[in-house]
């Protein structure tokens, strides 16, 4: 256990349904990082926050894709009107701004869309 | 386009025999190299770190070396248990002082199967 944790799991849903997701950072880091993992692939960036400022997004990141850290501590990622190419495994990091090498992994969300 | 390579795909050995991974990499400036070890539908867990002034780094049965010269690096276990049968996952981070992007790149991974 990293000391980072996701919720939930696991989530299934119907294509065009919309999904949010949680993640919660170990308490005194301060960045937190999106990923987006398909089988036999290494993660790929989604988008990073330091704070509550999301400082950078990933061409990856569609319009469908919203993330949110409003008050610097837990965040979310929502995908809006889901679709089958959207079933990956996401995945949530989190470092300290002036170790931001030392990134550490929760479990994921494993999303199947039908 | 900074790249990250990782051979082989995927690997089948025989407990308590010895084995390497190899990643080969173009990001550019370099900063770090790390070493994750994922098992199958948890998240990634790192193993080791290396910066471009270190050339090796252990961490019990896993060592991790670095070429920064011929961007090279490789991991070694040694005695492989069952337990060592994961995805192992090179990534390399860009300088940030260049102004260059931060994120990461990462590797696809090696799946390793260790048989009893």
């Known amino acids: 256990d990293t000391g980072v944790s996701q919720d939930p799991r696991h989530k299934i849903t119907k294509r065009g349904q919309n999904v949010t997701f949680r993640c919660d950072p170990i308490?005194?880091?301060?960045?937190l990082y999106w990923y987006r993992q398909t089988l036999g692939q290494g993660p790929e960036f989604l988008t990073y926050?330091?704070?509550?400022?999301?400082?950078?997004k990933s061409r990856l990141l569609s319009d469908r894709f919203s993330a949110e850290r409003p008050k610097g501590s837990f965040s979310t990622l929502e995908i809006q009107r889901t679709e089958q190419g959207d079933s990956a495994m996401y995945l949530c990091a989190s470092s300290l701004e002036q170790n931001y090498n030392e990134q550490f992994f929760g479990p994921g969300t494993r999303l199947t869309v039908l | 386009k900074n790249q990250v390579e990782q051979s082989p795909q995927s690997l089948i050995i025989l407990e308590g025999k010895n084995c390497t991974l190899q990643?080969?990499?173009?990001?550019?400036?370099?900063?770090?190299l790390r070493w994750y070890k994922q098992d199958t539908g948890r998240g990634p867990v790192s193993l080791t770190i290396m910066t471009f002034s270190e050339n090796t780094k252990s961490n019990g049965r896993y060592t991790a070396t670095l070429d920064a010269d011929t961007k090279q690096s490789s991991l070694h276990i040694t005695a492989s248990q069952l337990s060592d049968s994961a995805s192992y996952i090179c990534v390399v981070s860009p300088s940030v002082r260049s102004g260059g992007s931060y994120i990461p790149t990462f590797g696809r991974g090696t799946s390793l199967i260790v048989h009893p």
């Open positions: 926050f330091q704070n509550e400022a999301q400082l950078e």
């Open positions: 990643c080969n990499y173009t990001v550019s400036p370099f900063s770090n």
């Open positions: 308490s005194e880091h301060n960045r």
